[in-house]
């Protein structure tokens, strides 16, 4: 293992559910996502709009001794999004620490 340091990788998302009736099913569908992205080995909760039925603000967290894999972690948990059907990407954002 190399001396560089730890690397935090964060992402937030901010999301648009479309079809979202209540926060009853907001919260089903987020559970769903929210154990698919932590098979990728990230931390990952809801940190915002709670009350909201069709929005939601995701935290993503990455830690790595590698800046690559960081970026690539996150990369792929952003793909994972993308690919939820019942779900539309307002805003992402990766921040390196």
Request: hydrophobic share 45%.
């Amino acid at each position: 293992m190399s001396e560089r340091g730890a690397m935090l990788g964060l992402c937030t998302v901010e999301l648009f559910l479309p079809n979202g009736h209540s926060l009853k099913e907001k919260r089903q569908i987020l559970h769903s996502l929210k154990d698919r992205l932590r098979k990728l080995n990230v931390s990952v909760a809801e940190v915002g709009d709670q009350d909201l039925w069709q929005k939601a603000l995701l935290g993503i967290a990455c830690v790595s001794n590698e800046r690559a894999h960081v970026t690539s972690v996150l990369d792929q948990a952003l793909n994972v999004i993308r690919g939820v059907p019942t779900l539309e990407v307002l805003q992402s954002r990766i921040e390196l620490l």
